[in-house]
Each structure stands twice: as C-alpha cells, then as structure tokens.
C-alpha cells in the first residue's frame, strides 16, 4: 500500500475536518509525507490552510466545486485547539453576542488572551485575525 493511501484511509478516520501534518508524520519520511499531502491537494482530498494545516474537502451543493468542509471559523478553532492554542470570540464578537451592540463583526477575530499569535489561516480568500492581551499583561507584570 503507498504512502498516499495509508494517508488518506488515515484522514478519512479521524473525526473533525483539520489534519495536522504532524498528524500524519509518522507515516513516512518528510520528504515522502510532503509529496503524499501535495497529490491529496492536487486530488482535491485536502486543502491547505496554513502552513501543516489542512481541511477536509467536500462538493458545493450550490456549484459542484471542491470547497473547505467547514467555515473558517469553525476550521480555524479546530486547528487552534489541535495546535493547544487556547481561543475566544474577539472583542466585537463577544460584544455582539452580549447584545451590547447591534453592529456585526466584519471579520473572523478571536483572542488569544496573552499569547502572542502569527500563523496565518485562510479559507475562501478569508483570513483569521488575532487579538491579544501580550502588551497590558506584560505591563501589569
């Protein structure tokens, strides 16, 4: 059995719709995973997105193309959780859903509390933005 389709029988496995590279490492070398994970985007299996960040795939009712299985923001929180990066709604979020405003966030924002944050995650030409406390916890200390 190749690489590839040890890799993909693993993804098709695992709950959730983000596959880590680290998850599938073990499988074989690095020059070998790196190419499986190219022929499984090229095969529209998985999209990459973010560095050794990956989503599951699946068919657009409404167009037919291969699109992410999930939203960014649904994605991003998995992967974040996945990388032990503990997340919140950001500020304009948590303000709407506090119904201390009518105003929709216009992006997808979480916070990352005092941690400092710079990978990027986009899917569908959105991209994740941080917020974060690293400078008011650094003065408080």
């Not at 073990?26 to 190219?38: D, F, H, I, M």
């Not at 929709?104 to 569908?124: E, F, H, N, Q, Y």
């Given at each position: 059995?190749?690489?590839?389709?040890?890799?993909?029988?693993?993804?098709?496995?695992?709950?959730?719709?983000?596959?880590?590279?680290?998850?599938?490492?073990?499988?074989?070398s690095a020059t070998?995973?790196?190419?499986?994970?190219?022929?499984?985007?090229?095969?529209?299996?998985?999209?990459?997105?973010?560095?050794?960040?990956?989503?599951?795939?699946?068919?657009?009712?409404?167009?037919?193309?291969?699109?992410?299985?999930?939203?960014?923001?649904?994605?991003?929180?998995?992967?974040?959780?996945?990388?032990?990066?503990?997340?919140?709604?950001?500020?304009?979020?948590?303000?709407?859903?506090?119904?201390?405003?009518?105003?929709?966030?216009?992006?997808?924002?979480?916070?990352?509390?005092?941690?400092?944050?710079?990978?990027?995650?986009?899917?569908?030409?959105?991209?994740?933005?941080?917020?974060?406390?690293?400078?008011?916890?650094?003065?408080?200390?």
């Amino acid at each position: 059995m190749s690489l590839k389709q040890r890799m993909l029988r693993s993804i098709k496995r695992r709950a959730g719709n983000v596959v880590l590279r680290s998850d599938v490492a073990r499988l074989g070398s690095a020059t070998q995973v790196s190419e499986a994970l190219r022929q499984l985007q090229r095969d529209g299996t998985l999209l990459r997105i973010g560095t050794g960040v990956y989503a599951k795939t699946r068919r657009s009712a409404i167009t037919g193309n291969l699109i992410a299985a999930g939203s960014l923001e649904t994605l991003a929180i998995e992967a974040l959780h996945k990388l032990g990066i503990a997340v919140r709604p950001g500020k304009a979020a948590s303000d709407y859903n506090a119904r201390r405003t009518t105003q929709l966030p216009g992006k997808v924002v979480v916070d990352t509390g005092s941690r400092r944050i710079s990978r990027m995650i986009a899917v569908g030409g959105r991209a994740l933005h941080y917020e974060n406390h690293y400078r008011q916890a650094k003065t408080d200390a």
